[in-house]
């Protein structure tokens, strides 16, 4: 079965500083990754996509995420973090059995300190 | 355009009554989601459907758990003698076959406290 991990509860950075969240995958073939954004008493809102291709893909808000086979990584980046980047953000990859359901990580806290 | 919207935003019930819990998908998406996040649970997926029919219902959690959707648009998940463990927030997603990705469109949720 699909699934990702997300390793760390809480993500504590200072203002301007660069932001990293990281998430690791196991999948069998080529994966389709995910991150989501959840900002508190809302829905989950969509950031970013890999499917193929280039391994660095730019997202909304100034997300970036790295897509690396090797270490079945892909971890999301942004080079300067905002206080308004404080939410929770979760990793998915999506089932490619027919249903195209979505298997998220545990979800990180991210917290931007001013 | 208008995302997906989801109704009611809150909703408290006693143990034991049944809810209905409401998702209306953007416009043209043929695929339609729906999730559970809680605390202890993380998100879980619940049921699929593709057009009005629901391929995949492995994610429900019991018989007490039911949905339908109608013209391939709205959506209803009913929750039959509600116990204290369905408290959660109920998430819908809908998304186009026209996207390569897949990528899902989330709603904002019904947060559903049984009491």
């Known amino acids: 079965a699909q699934s990702v991990a997300q390793p760390e509860d809480q993500v504590n950075v200072a203002e301007g500083n660069p932001l990293t969240v990281k998430c690791t995958y196991s999948v069998s073939g080529n994966p389709y990754l995910f991150w989501y954004v959840q900002y508190p008493n809302r829905g989950l809102q969509f950031l970013l996509k890999y499917i193929t291709g280039d391994n660095l893909v730019k997202g909304s808000y100034g997300f970036e995420a790295e897509f690396n086979k090797s270490q079945t990584s892909f971890h999301l980046k942004k080079p300067s973090a905002l206080v308004s980047d404080s939410a929770l953000y979760f990793c998915a990859v999506r089932d490619m059995g027919g249903n195209n359901r979505l298997a998220f990580g545990k979800g990180n806290q991210v917290v931007v300190i001013p | 355009g208008a995302g997906v919207s989801q109704s009611p935003s809150n909703k408290v019930t006693e143990k034991g009554k049944d809810v209905e819990l409401r998702c209306d998908p953007i416009s043209g998406h043929t695929a339609l989601y729906w999730y559970r996040q809680s605390l202890g649970q993380g998100l879980e997926f619940l049921i699929y459907f593709q057009g009005n029919s629901a391929p995949d219902k492995s994610g429900l959690p019991s018989d007490r758990f039911s949905a339908e959707r109608t013209g391939g648009s709205v959506s209803t998940l009913t929750i039959q003698r509600t116990q204290q463990e369905d408290s959660a927030v109920y998430l819908c997603?809908?998304?186009?076959?026209?996207?390569?990705?897949?990528?899902?469109?989330f709603g904002p949720g019904t947060r559903l406290t049984v009491t």
């Open positions: 997603a809908s998304s186009s076959q026209l996207s390569g990705g897949g990528e899902q469109y």
